[in-house]
């Protein structure tokens, strides 16, 4: 709504808009005027009838005690319609007996009861004002007991028919006054507009003039106010204006000269920072130095660690490589010093031997910028041309600032470079643990498998000897049964532990059977129902470290429903898709908040983690699903390509032709 009014303002003249705030300050305080003296009058002319209507009510109570007290029906009746003459807004009286029955009444008919019940006064109470609504209007009704209320209660009713028509006749007058005071005003507003509006028209067309190009238009300011002051400051700006054109000229070639500055080290930015290793940002950084700078060749020299040498990193244009290619040079060498020193762009001659390289390679001259990160040189970028030019202070700018981008990029492509030689070791170090891992596995049950077993296998037997000789004592017998039962238990528990360290049928039949093995184990031993599928894994054979991190995970993960989840039912599914085997861990339990697992303390969360760093470990990539009472799905991707033992089909058919 605002924004409307304020569309509408700006569409107006300035003559319209003055009138207009005129106009609307008079009517704004010739209505808020009459509208609060309504309100002051309303309330004054209400507080004299309330006191005129309790005053009646007094008398009539005063006059009537002894005529109640004499039973003077007559007399009652004289009063109550006296009362009702002898005051214009009295609409009704009536006198109401100590048992509540009215005595006397002022109506036609007969006393309205709703008229009787609604206002009441207590014998200790004055008087009581009520205020009724009638088909009349406002009732201002008075009750006041009669000799303390002994006698009964004189009842009058005041209307405000006359003050709503004193109050009417009020507005209408304040109404009428502030039409004729808007009415003047709006003729004075207007002959204030054509005061004012006269120079801002003369100026008005001077600008138009100016808008068109004419620079020589001014204004003739008739007055010494505001307007007349505008008016010389007009003047004084065209003046200015006709001058400044020249030099706005010059501005704009001078920005559209920084402007594709800007763009070319914007266009050198995006091209190193789409490179990775320090090799490949040295090249596209100096293959777009040689393309900015208009050289025909280039060549960068990096610091060694010792910031005492520099060595030839790489070179781009030059008919063979430089000498010291595979060496080491001191940076303290012609030209490299200087450049070093003053940490910007320095041009290269050849006359005065500045650089050798250059008379070597048969250039007419060149340009050294230094390659700066962190307020650090890093090296030399050496730019080499045919024939010599002078460089503008512009460009050598350029060239040390797109130096400067090409250092913060070898920066940065030496810092990935160092990440990925420590992940890679990182990567290895954890393959060797976990490695190391799986083989004390086979080892703890090797020997569980070889040694505890049967160990535990003839104690069975040896009790189960002693439990059936008749020589021996029932109790005897008896205890040799039950311990054979306790060593068959522990028998079970040293079969299932091998299972757990290492089932054999991994290593034996591969990933598949092995997995099929422990879900028959898993079922008996926590009994739970499991749902085994397979689809395209006939025959499938993963390298041993995949087939393992694959067991472990799905371990893991129905290790987890059997502790956490509270689960009817688990579901395993092994999957080729395409290039990738696809394994699904699935059950129906409780479920848990992914996001606040993944924020909790790191020993909390092991089990996850270490799925994760064995699907990584070989090349593959593990997700998580669970929501609060909708079960868990764990879904683990391993590529075939990098750990299958499967060989192409061109690879056996090539084979077979050998």
Not at 50 to 65: G, M
Not at 158 to 164: A, C, F, G
Not at 480 to 486: D, F
Request: charged fraction near 25%.
């Amino acid at each position: 709504m605002i924004s409307r009014l304020l569309a509408l303002a700006d569409g107006v003249g300035v003559q319209t808009k003055i009138m207009g705030i005129v106009v609307g300050l008079i009517l704004m305080l010739g209505l808020g005027a009459t509208y609060e003296l309504r309100q002051h009058n309303a309330v004054a002319l209400g507080h004299e009838l309330d006191e005129r209507a309790v005053s009646i009510a007094r008398d009539l109570a005063a006059r009537s005690t002894d005529l109640i007290l004499t039973n003077n029906s007559f007399g009652l009746y004289e009063l109550a319609r006296d009362t009702l003459e002898n005051n214009q807004d009295v609409r009704y009286v009536f006198i109401i007996g100590p048992d509540g029955a009215p005595l006397v009444h002022t109506f036609g008919g007969s006393l309205p009861r709703e008229l009787l019940e609604a206002n009441t006064v207590s014998p200790q109470a004055r008087y009581h004002l009520e205020i009724l609504s009638s088909q009349e209007g406002l009732i201002r009704d008075a009750a006041v007991p009669i000799f303390d209320g002994r006698a009964g209660i004189a009842r009058v009713g005041l209307s405000d028919r006359r003050i709503q028509a004193e109050l009417e006749s009020s507005t209408r007058e304040l109404l009428l006054m502030t039409g004729a005071v808007g009415l003047a005003g709006l003729g004075i507003a207007y002959l204030l507009t054509l005061v004012l509006t006269r120079p801002i028209s003369e100026m008005v067309r001077v600008v138009r003039g100016v808008e068109q190009g004419n620079l020589e238009s001014r204004v003739h300011p008739r007055t010494r106010d505001e307007i007349g002051v505008l008016g010389h400051a007009f003047n004084a700006m065209a003046e200015s204006l006709s001058k400044s054109m020249a030099q706005t000229e010059e501005y704009n070639a001078r920005l559209l000269r920084r402007n594709r500055e800007l763009s070319a080290l914007n266009m050198m930015a995006s091209a190193v920072g789409q490179s990775r290793t320090l090799s490949d940002v040295l090249g596209v950084a100096l293959d777009r130095s040689i393309q900015l700078s208009g050289t025909s060749a280039g060549w960068v020299w990096l610091l060694e660690e010792d910031r005492e040498s520099l060595h030839l990193a790489y070179h781009l244009g030059l008919p063979s490589p430089p000498s010291p290619l595979h060496g080491k040079t001191p940076h303290n060498c012609c030209h490299c010093r200087s450049v070093l020193a003053n940490c910007r762009a320095t041009p290269i001659g050849t006359a005065d031997g500045r650089c050798r390289l250059l008379e070597e390679k048969g250039f007419g001259g060149g340009i050294g910028i230094p390659l700066v990160a962190k307020g650090q040189v890093l090296g030399i970028m050496k730019l080499a041309m045919n024939e010599p030019r002078e460089f503008s202070t512009e460009e050598l700018e350029l060239l040390s600032a797109v130096g400067s981008q090409i250092g913060v990029a070898i920066e940065n492509a030496r810092l990935w470079e160092e990440l990925l030689r420590r992940q890679e070791v990182q990567r290895q170090l954890l393959d060797n643990i976990i490695g190391a891992q799986e083989e004390e596995r086979k080892r703890v049950a090797r020997e569980l498998h070889d040694e505890t077993s049967q160990l535990l296998t003839s104690l069975v037997l040896g009790l189960d000897g002693l439990a059936a000789e008749p020589m021996l004592p029932e109790t005897a017998r008896e205890r040799a049964g039950r311990l054979r039962e306790v060593a068959s238990g522990a028998l079970e528990e040293v079969h299932h532990l091998a299972l757990e360290l290492r089932p054999s049928a991994l290593d034996d039949a591969g990933l598949v059977p092995g997995i099929s093995r422990y879900l028959r184990e898993y079922r008996l031993r926590h009994g739970l129902e499991v749902d085994f599928r397979t689809v395209g894994t006939d025959g499938l054979r993963l390298i041993p470290a995949a087939e393992t991190a694959v067991f472990r995970i799905v371990q893991e993960a129905l290790t987890n429903v059997a502790r956490h989840a509270h689960a009817q039912g688990v579901t395993v599914l092994l999957e080729r898709r395409g290039p990738n085997l696809v394994t699904v861990v699935e059950d129906d339990g409780c479920g848990f908040d992914p996001e606040a697992v993944a924020v909790s303390p790191l020993r909390e969360r092991l089990g996850l983690a270490g799925m994760a760093e064995r699907a990584a470990l070989v090349g593959g990539r593990l997700a998580l699903e669970s929501r609060p009472g909708q079960g868990t799905t764990v879904f683990v991707t391993v590529p075939l390509a990098e750990n299958s033992l499967e060989r192409p089909a061109n690879e056996e058919a090539q084979s077979a032709t050998r």
